[in-house]
């Protein structure tokens, strides 16, 4: 089993639906980050987070340190946010990542 | 300006070639990194250098040497390639150590195809 598990591994909605992708994990760490590969293949940081919540636009992230849990929440979304999501873990000299959970968002 | 370029965008090549991977950025960050991601879209971290200096080194063939002749550059240099070499090389960037308190900030990627 993975450090770090994502679920689902797949998901596909229609345009201005609220999403939600999750992000467990069974490691100490002292940061959990929110990674977006585009289609065409570049890596963006979204967000790092040790506790708490962040926002940024239309994207929402929270972590549970006490559940390793974190969730990553895309609200009204649109076809440009169709992408893999990636969650990835920090800590001890490691960095952990998971699968990855590839969004499309129909019009 | 690019942030984090990589040179070059594909790379073709033989079995048993050597080849390297260049990799810049122009942030003043002091870490960097090499990640490899699969044909199954799984990123794993390779190396990471904090100021020159290595400091993650995770479980990957000798045959991958890293080489950061300052802190703004870091190439990858892969001797004897093999079939499962073939993937998409990412470099990245931050300005702390492990990305702990800094993002990351990635290359385009490297995709090398191995014949």
């Known amino acids: 089993k993975n450090e770090v598990e994502q679920s689902p591994q797949n998901l596909t909605a229609q345009e201005g639906e609220f999403i939600t992708i999750n992000c467990s994990y069974s490691?100490?760490?002292?940061?959990l980050h929110w990674l977006q590969q585009h289609p065409g293949g570049g890596i963006v940081s979204l967000f790092m987070?040790?506790?708490g919540k962040k926002k940024h636009g239309r994207l929402i992230a929270t972590i549970n340190i006490q559940e390793k849990h974190s969730s990553l929440h895309i609200t009204a979304s649109h076809p440009r946010d169709s992408a893999v999501y990636i969650c990835?873990?920090?800590?001890?000299?490691?960095?952990?990542f998971g699968q990855g959970t590839r969004l499309t968002i129909n019009p | 300006d690019t942030a984090v370029s990589q040179t070059p965008k594909y790379l073709v090549t033989q079995m048993g070639n050597d080849k390297s991977i260049k990799c810049e950025q122009n942030?003043?960050?002091?870490?960097m990194y090499w990640y490899k991601q699969d044909s199954k879209k799984f990123l794993k971290i390779m190396f990471s250098?904090?100021?020159?200096?290595?400091?993650i080194n995770e479980t990957v063939p000798n045959r991958f040497s890293p080489k950061s002749p300052d802190k703004a550059h870091l190439n990858l240099h892969i001797n004897s390639l093999e079939l499962g070499d073939s993937a998409v090389y990412f470099c990245?960037?931050?300005?702390?150590?492990?990305?702990?308190?800094?993002?990351?900030?990635f290359g385009p990627g490297t995709r090398l195809t191995v014949l």
């Open positions: 990835a873990v920090s800590g001890a000299q490691k960095l952990v």
């Open positions: 990245a960037s931050s300005q702390g150590l492990w990305g702990l308190t800094d993002t990351q900030y």
């Open positions: 490691v100490g760490i002292s940061a």
């Open positions: 250098y904090n100021n020159k200096e290595l400091i």
């Open positions: 987070l040790s506790s």
């Open positions: 942030l003043g960050h002091d870490t």
